[in-house]
């Protein structure tokens, strides 16, 4: 039976982090958060609570040995609460206790004084009154926006909105911290980020990297909100574990977790486009107001891939894109899914619809003449390489009649009242490789064991996008071995130091090459092993396949298991270590100018809507796609990665609302009050096509990363209900915020 993590899912086998085996005495941890979205702490008295029996600990600020600080990009984030508290959830004080329910029974009994201050959540009003995470704007650039307005037709400005998003992996937040001997511990978290864990425990705890071991098993999903996210529970528990020398658990309950932790950032847009008559783009402005939260996390990475992808798949020689990271008392917004490219491709989407209203021009026009071609330049340096913008917008018209859908949808509208249909295509183009340039490195650790088996360890984190697999699939690939031989390891910064998160959908990329590096070690000793023994004539070619060695493309009785123990004993190493750096990528952040991508990921969407006009409510009746896998190495994960993504991106732009009040008091914190999108929403027809792509691409074996670029179709599902909106409504205006929820398109039916 092969060893596939599907399976074991499916058969219930596979262990989360609240499965583990914890060590019999192991206590739990809860946290007590601020009720209170802005305001200084006047005493907190934890007396009552630590009365409770089974109670063993509670830890404020004031018990931390190292720092109180777990800012990533800036310092600006304490663990637990000095004397200000920022936003609703932010951890205050600590409760270690017997059971998880008597920790949070106890959390109920802290009193805390507080005096309010003023709650900001809109960003634009932060920006306003001076509240910013960076003080300046981070400007991309190119040409000159004011030179060329007055050689543009038309001149269209705007303002426009996209809202949050919760991150609902199906586990939540969970770490486990047991204390080793000599003063280390050892971390088991729910993270994308093992080393940032490690690195932030040391910190806090104030003792060497070497002291803490991290390791993340596999995750129930982590979609960025494990990046930086899963770091404060896991430090929380390393702190009660120093504190009573006992291993502490925590795991947030749903609630918790929706409450507490950042989601996708929502944004304030405004733009300006300026185009000639028949369609062509000439200037584009728009400033980003990202609602950034209490503290920066990773919103200044986040602005920058919003910046990066403003021109979203388009080539506008024009540009003048500014962001603003604002600070509001929210929790810290944090990586999600596209990591914002997809708010930035939003707003320039938005602008070429209202233009192509106003100048009664199909979308699609618009569009298709200013996709990005071979060799054209974005504003931040770089210039297409491979590019694919044209090739997938024209073989997702051709392939799935474009034309006919047309005709479909203004036939069924002719002959329905009631009900409307709306189309939009959406072209992507979404830039691989961290922005911060440091980031792209990976390491791999490969042995292989005497009887043949091969084990693989890289600082990639399983989160169901199948990573493990295709670096099985590597590893596999060079030996020459079956998948059942090779075991991809739990992710551990004892076994791979210095990582980088799983995160920018470079993980299989990076990690597969490294692992492709470090097979390729143990290759040629294998290789040079053979040679030195056996003799076989000068120049013959020496491969592993099919689990024999074969020379001059004929099959030798040496099976790799045989060519392994004799390796073996003639003391030969089998284990090698792989490292992996992306090659030619640099990026000036004074500038704004280099070459930030290994390359880029291109496909072209269409979709299909059908509008309840009576009720606002509304189906996704058809997503067709031609996609640009590269060479894929793995089509049925890649396949299930593009479909996963589009339906969080339509969820985004649709049906997924978080409301906070104003007293930053988050409303949509239960699944009965925040709706994703289920089976009962998919649409019925999901077709994706492969694009055919025989380049040398850049990912592992001439692949392309697939985990976040499919995530931006979802944005033609909200076009396509807003041209349902205007078949029936034509009055309707095009500055609709979204998500395009059943409620808004309900009042977009009947506005004036
Ligand atoms: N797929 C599943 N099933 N679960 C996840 O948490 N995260 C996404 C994507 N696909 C995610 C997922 C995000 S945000 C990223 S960046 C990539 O997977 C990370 O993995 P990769 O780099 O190996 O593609
Ligand atoms: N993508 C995802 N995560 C990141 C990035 C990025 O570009 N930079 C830092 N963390
Ligand atoms: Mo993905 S948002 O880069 O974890």
Request: one cysteine or more; charged letters at 20%.
């Amino acid at each position: 039976m092969l060893n596939y993590d599907s399976i074991r899912h499916v058969k219930g086998e596979s262990i989360f982090l609240d499965d583990y085996n914890a060590p019999s005495g192991t206590l739990h941890g809860a946290v007590f958060f601020s009720p209170v979205a802005h305001g200084k702490i006047k005493n907190i008295d934890i007396s009552d609570a630590l009365k409770i029996p089974g109670v063993k600990g509670i830890y404020t600020c004031k018990d931390i040995p190292g720092v109180n600080q777990i800012g990533g990009i800036i310092q600006d984030e304490v663990l637990l609460a000095e004397d200000e508290v920022e936003f609703i959830g932010e951890p205050i004080a600590l409760v270690v206790a017997e059971t998880q329910l008597i920790a949070r029974n106890a959390v109920g009994k802290i009193k805390f004084e507080i005096t309010k201050l003023d709650v900001i959540t809109n960003p634009k009003i932060a920006f306003e009154k001076g509240h910013l995470i960076i003080p300046k704007a981070r400007i991309y650039s190119c040409g000159s926006t004011e030179n060329t307005w007055k050689n543009c037709d038309y001149v269209f400005e705007g303002t426009v909105e996209s809202g949050g998003q919760e991150h609902l992996y199906l586990e939540t937040q969970a770490s486990l911290a047991m204390p080793v001997e000599g003063g280390c511990f050892k971390i088991i978290s729910s993270t994308q980020n093992p080393t940032g864990v490690q690195r932030t425990v040391s910190k806090v705890l104030n003792i060497a990297d070497n002291k803490v071991e991290c390791e993340a098993m596999r995750l129930g999903g982590g979609f960025g909100g494990k990046e930086d996210q899963a770091t404060a529970w896991a430090v929380l528990a390393a702190l009660g574990s120093y504190k009573l020398g006992k291993p502490v658990k925590i795991v947030l309950s749903r609630q918790e977790d929706m409450k507490a932790t950042g989601k996708r950032h929502p944004y304030i847009s405004d733009y300006k486009i300026g185009l000639t008559k028949d369609g062509k783009i000439l200037s584009y402005e728009v400033a980003f107001y990202q609602n950034a939260g209490a503290a920066a996390d990773l919103s200044p990475a986040i602005l920058d891939r919003t910046l990066a992808h403003a021109t979203g798949s388009y080539f506008i020689p024009n540009v003048k894109a500014a962001g603003y990271c604002c600070k509001t008392n929210l929790p810290p917004n944090t990586a999600f899914r596209g990591f914002g490219g997809p708010q930035g491709m939003f707003v320039l989407e938005t602008a070429i619809y209202k233009a192509a209203a106003a100048m009664n021009m199909p979308p699609y026009e618009i569009q298709e003449k200013n996709l990005l071609k071979e060799g054209e330049e974005f504003p931040y340096g770089q210039k297409t390489e491979f590019c694919k913008a044209v090739n997938c917008w024209r073989s997702a018209k051709e392939k799935f009649n474009l034309d006919s859908i047309r005709d479909e949808t203004a036939n069924f509208n002719k002959s329905n009242f009631l009900f409307k249909k709306g189309f939009a295509l959406m072209p992507i183009c979404f830039g691989i490789s961290f922005t911060n340039t440091m980031l792209n490195q990976a390491s791999s650790l490969v042995h292989v064991y005497a009887d043949g088996s091969v084990s693989v360890s890289t600082g990639a984190v399983e989160m169901g996008q199948g990573v493990n697999m295709k670096i099985r699939q590597v590893a596999s690939r060079i030996f020459g071995i079956g998948l059942d031989k090779i075991k991809s390891e739990t992710t551990n910064t004892t076994r791979n130091a210095n990582t980088s998160a799983t995160a920018a959908s470079s993980g299989a990329d990076m990690n597969g090459n490294a692992t492709r590096l470090a097979c390729l070690e143990i290759f040629k000793r294998l290789k040079d092993f053979y040679i030195k023994k056996n003799n076989p004539a000068a120049d013959s070619e020496f491969a592993l396949n099919d689990g024999y060695v074969w020379i001059n493309k004929s099959k030798t009785n040496f099976s790799f298991e045989k060519l392994v123990i004799d390796a073996y004993k003639n003391r030969i190493d089998l284990s090698a270590h792989g490292f992996y750096a992306t090659p030619k990528i640099f990026f000036n952040p004074e500038t704004n100018k280099g070459n930030p991508f290994a390359y880029h990921v291109y496909g072209t969407a269409i979709i299909v809507v059908n509008v309840d006009c009576l009720r606002g409510t509304y189906k996704i009746e058809s997503v067709h796609a031609v996609h640009d896998f590269g060479d894929s190495i793995n089509p049925a994960i890649d396949r299930s990665q593009a479909e996963g993504a589009l339906m969080q991106g339509i969820g985004w732009m649709t049906m997924e609302e978080i409301i906070f009040n104003s007293d930053g008091k988050l409303l949509t914190d239960t699944l009965s009050t925040y709706k994703v999108p289920d089976m009962g929403f998919t649409p019925e027809k999901i077709e994706i096509e492969f694009l055919e792509n025989k380049d040398k691409n850049a990912g592992v074996f001439n692949s392309k990363a697939i985990g976040e670029p499919p995530f931006m179709y979802g944005i033609a599902a909200f076009f396509a209900l807003v041209n349902a909106i205007k078949e029936f409504n034509p009055k309707a205006g095009f500055d609709i915020s979204s998500p395009l929820t059943p409620e808004k398109v309900l009042m977009n039916l009947y506005a004036k």
